[in-house]
């Protein structure tokens, strides 16, 4: 039998166990999943198997690894008090994919307001606690659908830090990292990568900035000189419409709404958020925990469909 992808709860007052249900309904014919929480969080009437081994997946029931919370969720209300098994679940997810009993990792969204409050978690969110994991010093965010991969070379900082955070290193680093990705785990042999400017017209010839000239453009030079097919820096204002992506595989952009808003508006309910760099397979839907209709059974299990695949698509790109 094919190796599950085991799904790590995340927030249990959030959307997370009801997608994910949701999502085992979509996919049970189709790629075995394993989630591990704690099933009083699952929605009301949610038939489950527990097990104790990750092979033993039920065809007709969600298959639970089952750890224990200490007290139900309440839906739209995090609680401190589940913060560590929150926590534990990610953890518990990434070694099940290291040992090889799992093919990939899934997360569901965390509150890290909550994880802070109840364990002092210490880490800007999911990607940086993954890589800390894996042991891994750089790792990227890739946001990708059917239409569209884009990779922000700075992620989650002020914009007016951007200039300064956006060296030579990260960008080269970034680069190599994509496009290794694209290759192991896209199964692209030869990725095509557009490079965004980071200013207004990509500088226009440094009238309207320096960057382009004095960092961005030596970088893909060298990549270039190495065999890489990078195209830039280009004007982020052109790069987006339909007959420009028909010549990149990925859009690499400078910082995250250059990158995000592109991919929201193309498809903003089956993007998929993709950790690169790590020595495993992890994705995630991208969204939050949406407090405000969690326990409804209005959530739009979308994005989790699409992680779930894309996790199985990666792997099999990786086995192959």
């Known amino acids: 039998m094919t190796k599950p992808v085991v799904i790590s709860c995340g927030e249990p007052a959030g959307i997370g166990p009801e997608i994910t249900v949701a999502a085992w309904a979509a996919l049970k014919g189709e790629i075995p999943l394993l989630w591990l929480g704690d099933p009083r969080h699952l929605p009301a009437g949610t038939a489950y198997h527990a097990a104790t081994d990750p092979q033993d997946i039920h065809p007709g029931k969600l298959t639970v690894l089952a750890r224990d919370f200490g007290s139900l969720a309440v839906a739209g209300k995090p609680n401190p008090a589940h913060a560590q098994g929150v926590i534990d679940a990610i953890a518990d997810g990434v070694a099940l994919v290291q040992s090889g009993a799992a093919r ?10 909550a994880l802070i409050d109840g364990a002092a978690f210490s880490y800007p969110g999911h990607t940086e606690y993954l890589a800390a994991l894996a042991g891994t010093d750089r790792v990227v965010m890739m946001l990708a659908c059917a239409a569209l991969r884009v990779v922000p070379t700075t992620i989650h900082i002020p914009l007016a830090r951007v200039p300064e955070a956006l060296t030579a290193s ?3 680093d970034t680069l190599l990292i994509t496009h290794a ?3 192991r785990d896209f199964g692209i042999a030869k990725p095509r990568i557009a490079v965004a400017g980071l200013n207004p017209h990509a500088g226009e010839g440094g009238k309207m900035g ?9 970088v893909l030079d060298a990549l270039r000189a ?3 097919d990078i195209s830039g820096p ?26 995000l808003i592109p991919i ?16 495993f397979i992890r994705t995630s839907p991208d969204h939050g925990t949406a407090f405000d209709i969690a326990g409804q059974g209005i959530a739009d299990a979308t994005s989790m469909i699409a992680a779930i695949r894309m996790a199985a698509q990666m792997a099999d790109a990786r086995e192959g």
Not at 210 to 218: D, G, K, R
């Open 104 to 113: 990939a990792l899934c997360t569901a969204p965390i509150h890290k307001a």
């Open 170 to 172: 990260l960008l080269t």
């Open 181 to 183: 990705a694209l290759r």
């Open 210 to 218: 320096q960057e382009e000239i004095e960092m961005i453009t030596p």
């Open 226 to 228: 190495q065999g890489m």
């Open 234 to 259: 280009l004007s982020a204002d052109t790069m987006f419409h339909a007959g420009a992506r028909k010549h990149y595989d990925v859009a690499v952009c400078m910082y995250h709404d250059q990158a």
């Open 264 to 279: 929201k508006t193309l498809d903003f309910s089956g993007g998929v958020n993709v950790t690169l760099g790590l020595p």
